[in-house]
């Protein structure tokens, strides 16, 4: 049973636009959220995470978005650049278990000149 | 700071061989966690140890797979007799003490290539 879903296996987004990255869970236990970014032959680095208390979260030009009532989050990108062709993950813990996360299938992004 | 390491970064086996990964984690960190990587379930944690115990082991697919940290600074994760539905990207992380939601770092993990 997948608990974290990332439905969009790949997402094109042409340099300068927003990219708009979406991520569902099921668990109403999880209250933490973070994307990592994963480039080809290497682990994937953390981006950017959120906290059940806030819905929105900005560092740059990465803002995550958190609906908890639609248990759904966003990453947005912008603009995006061609060094952020990567995949995301989508992952979310919950209080008591904080460290364990559950992440998602991931979505490939491409960005395009 | 070197990062999680792990080796090696490839490995190619028959059927039936025992397997063995290894991971030594960032220096100061005391949760480690092994996750398994495959297209049609992405990461999924098999296990994780906190100053060297292991906490949960639910995700380790069967009696097959097992996970040692004898001490801070190393990890194995075994897998006997290896099967081709083994194959997938491993991969090794750490964090820190520094509070609940402390991002873990992943090492580049070992591709498993069972055939």
């Known amino acids: 049973d997948q608990q974290v879903k990332q439905n969009s296996p790949s997402l094109s987004v042409q340099e300068g636009r927003i990219s708009i990255l979406n991520c569902d869970y099921t668990n109403s236990m999880f209250d933490y959220f973070l994307w990592y970014k994963k480039y080809p032959a290497e682990g994937p680095t953390f981006l950017i995470s959120i906290s059940s208390i806030k819905d929105k979260n900005e560092d740059g030009r990465f803002t995550v978005f958190l609906n908890k009532s639609a248990k759904h989050l966003s990453l947005h990108i912008v603009p995006s650049q061609p060094g952020d062709s990567a995949v995301y993950f989508c992952a979310a813990s919950a209080t008591g278990t904080a460290s364990k996360l559950t992440f998602g299938t991931g979505t490939r992004l491409q960005v395009t000149l | 700071d070197a990062g999680v390491i792990q080796s090696p970064r490839h490995e190619v086996t028959e059927m039936g061989q025992e397997v063995t990964l290894r991971c030594k984690p960032i220096s100061g960190h005391n949760s480690l966690f092994w996750y398994r990587q495959t297209m049609m379930r992405g990461l999924e944690l098999l296990i994780y140890f906190n100053n060297n115990v292991p906490i949960d082991d639910s995700g380790m697919p069967e009696d097959r797979f097992s996970a040692k940290m004898p001490n801070a600074s190393f990890s194995t994760l075994k897998i006997q007799p290896s099967e081709p539905r083994d194959s997938a990207v491993y991969f090794c992380?750490?964090?820190?003490?520094?509070?609940?939601?402390?991002?873990?770092?992943f090492g580049n993990g070992t591709r498993l290539t069972v055939t």
């Open positions: 992380a750490s964090s820190g003490p520094t509070g609940a939601y402390s991002p873990l770092h």
